[in-house]
């Protein structure tokens, strides 16, 4: 039996899937054969069986680098409860409870351990796992190793100073979204500059993709969530301030609408996600800090009350939306007082000069988008390097296009900033 059949035979024994979903078999066989791997597949893919699988072929375990406690626990208790052994290392489990997780692992009684970049940090964690022989580093959530990406954080810097240590053991990294400048830059960060790349299928059909100038205050915003009544869903907005005003307002409209953001007290941001995790018809009024780890497959809309900073994050974010494959809804609101913020907190970071072109360029790209009068989806998948049909039937411009309208707010926008308005 080859890898792959063998492969193939555990996800249908253990897992109970009849076959692989696409993209997952040609990124499992370069696994299987060894090989080094950055794979960036959409959400709902199937990216963590692609090392599941390959740690269940193996006599060595595989250490799983993810970043949030809540996740790595939702991981391990799925797959505890197909008979897998797996345990996570964290600052969350009692001494006696790390004691004998370190005992199972160096004893050979664990398939999977997962550890968060901080712990995999520490010396004495790596020296474990030297002892236990890890045959597969696998990184969840690798956008966040490049500094180029959308959820940037320093101790994923540190996992590439992990893999030397652990004598360059073989390593497969995944994420969701990741442009071509942000997958060059995992490559050389984590794996010195080699490394199979596998990109697939960024197309989210089910999701309505809807892009609108700003021109009602927070209008556009209650109307748009009171057409998805009785439904759960996520409103992004720019700043801690503007999530109280905006859950404030949808909540005198008859919106069970929850601020989250990291100024929250813990108790009351974890009571918010709690509420949005375990009942349905709960809106979500947050920053870009309710994002990792949240896992709700029926989230009907995602509304961005402010311009995203890239397409990587206004796909990230839209992404959330429709996990259960169902259709589902987005709308992104911009203005121009969204772009001159970007633009200043580009310039006013402390970035390299070089990154900073790279972060105008990014920015420039969705503006772009969002003024374009072609297909959303076919500017959105043509950024990733995917090509698509001239019209995909389930966006605005597709839907109902209003090309001349579009043509006259460029031209009014370019002709206010001083620029010309033509070619």
């Given at each position: 039996?080859?890898?792959l059949?063998?492969?193939?035979?555990?996800?249908?024994?253990?897992?109970?899937?009849?076959?692989?979903?696409?993209g997952?078999?040609?990124?499992?066989?370069?696994?299987?054969?060894?090989?080094n791997v950055?794979?960036?597949m959409?959400?709902?893919?199937?990216?963590?069986l692609?090392?599941?699988?390959?740690?269940?072929?193996?006599?060595?375990p595989?250490v799983?680098?993810?970043?949030?406690?809540?996740?790595m626990r939702?991981?391990?208790?799925q797959?505890?409860a197909?008979?897998?052994a797996?345990?996570?290392?964290?600052?969350?489990?009692?001494?006696?409870?790390?004691r004998?997780?370190?005992?199972?692992?160096?004893?050979?009684?664990?398939?999977?351990?997962?550890?968060?970049?901080?712990r995999?940090?520490?010396?004495?964690?790596?020296?474990?796992l030297k002892r236990a022989?890890?045959?597969?580093?696998?990184?969840?959530e690798?956008?966040?190793?490049?500094?180029?990406g959308?959820?940037?954080r320093?101790?994923?810097?540190?996992?590439?100073?992990?893999r030397?240590e652990?004598?360059?053991?073989?390593?497969?990294?995944?994420?969701?979204?990741?442009?071509?400048?942000?997958?060059?830059?995992?490559?050389d960060?984590?794996?010195?500059g080699?490394?199979?790349?596998?990109?697939?299928?960024?197309?989210?059909?089910n999701?309505?993709?809807?892009?609108?100038?700003?021109?009602?205050?927070?209008?556009q915003?209650?109307?748009?969530?009171r057409a998805?009544?009785?439904e759960s869903?996520?409103?992004?907005?720019?700043?801690?301030?503007?999530?109280?005003?905006?859950?404030?307002v949808?909540?005198s409209?008859?919106?069970?609408?929850?601020?989250?953001?990291?100024g929250?007290?813990?108790l009351?941001?974890?009571?918010?996600?709690?509420?949005?995790l375990?009942?349905?018809?709960?809106?979500?009024?947050?920053?870009i800090?309710?994002?990792?780890?949240?896992?709700?497959?029926?989230?009907?809309?995602?509304?961005?009350?402010?311009l995203?900073?890239?397409i990587?994050?206004?796909?990230?974010e839209?992404?959330?939306?429709?996990?259960?494959?169902?259709?589902?809804?987005?709308?992104?609101?911009?203005?121009?007082?969204?772009?001159?913020?970007?633009?200043?907190?580009?310039?006013q970071?402390?970035?390299s000069?070089?990154?900073?072109?790279i972060?105008?360029?990014?920015?420039?790209?969705?503006?772009?988008?969002?003024?374009?009068?072609?297909?959303?989806?076919?500017?959105?998948?043509?950024?990733?390097?995917?090509?698509?049909?001239?019209s995909?039937?389930?966006?605005?411009?597709?839907?109902k296009?209003?090309?001349?309208?579009?043509?006259?707010?460029?031209?009014?926008?370019?002709?206010?900033?001083?620029?010309?308005?033509?070619?």
């Amino acid at each position: 039996m080859t890898d792959l059949a063998a492969a193939r035979h555990v996800l249908r024994s253990t897992f109970g899937f009849a076959e692989f979903r696409p993209g997952q078999a040609a990124i499992l066989a370069s696994v299987l054969a060894g090989r080094n791997v950055l794979a960036i597949m959409p959400t709902g893919s199937g990216k963590s069986l692609c090392y599941q699988l390959p740690a269940l072929l193996r006599d060595r375990p595989t250490v799983v680098v993810s970043p949030l406690i809540a996740l790595m626990r939702n991981q391990v208790a799925q797959l505890n409860a197909v008979g897998i052994a797996a345990a996570t290392l964290n600052s969350a489990n009692d001494i006696a409870q790390n004691r004998e997780i370190t005992n199972r692992l160096t004893g050979g009684g664990l398939r999977l351990i997962y550890v968060s970049p901080e712990r995999l940090a520490r010396p004495d964690t790596r020296a474990l796992l030297k002892r236990a022989n890890v045959g597969l580093l696998a990184v969840d959530e690798a956008h966040c190793i490049s500094q180029w990406g959308h959820a940037f954080r320093p101790e994923y810097l540190q996992i590439g100073d992990a893999r030397r240590e652990l004598g360059s053991v073989q390593t497969a990294a995944f994420t969701a979204t990741a442009d071509f400048a942000t997958r060059a830059d995992i490559v050389d960060k984590l794996f010195g500059g080699k490394a199979a790349v596998f990109a697939h299928g960024f197309d989210r059909p089910n999701l309505r993709l809807r892009i609108e100038a700003k021109r009602s205050g927070f209008g556009q915003v209650t109307e748009f969530v009171r057409a998805h009544a009785g439904e759960s869903g996520i409103v992004y907005c720019g700043s801690r301030r503007k999530t109280e005003e905006l859950s404030d307002v949808l909540r005198s409209c008859g919106v069970n609408a929850r601020p989250y953001h990291a100024g929250l007290d813990p108790l009351r941001r974890a009571r918010h996600q709690d509420l949005f995790l375990q009942q349905e018809a709960v809106v979500i009024v947050a920053t870009i800090a309710f994002g990792l780890g949240i896992d709700k497959p029926d989230v009907r809309f995602v509304l961005q009350a402010d311009l995203p900073a890239n397409i990587e994050s206004y796909y990230h974010e839209i992404g959330r939306a429709g996990r259960d494959g169902l259709a589902a809804d987005t709308l992104t609101l911009y203005g121009d007082d969204d772009i001159r913020l970007r633009r200043l907190q580009i310039a006013q970071s402390e970035a390299s000069a070089a990154q900073k072109e790279i972060d105008r360029r990014r920015l420039d790209a969705l503006v772009e988008m969002c003024e374009s009068t072609a297909c959303r989806r076919r500017s959105l998948l043509a950024y990733f390097g995917e090509t698509a049909e001239p019209s995909c039937g389930n966006c605005d411009i597709c839907l109902k296009p209003s090309r001349w309208l579009r043509v006259f707010h460029r031209f009014a926008r370019r002709s206010a900033s001083g620029h010309s308005p033509f070619p």
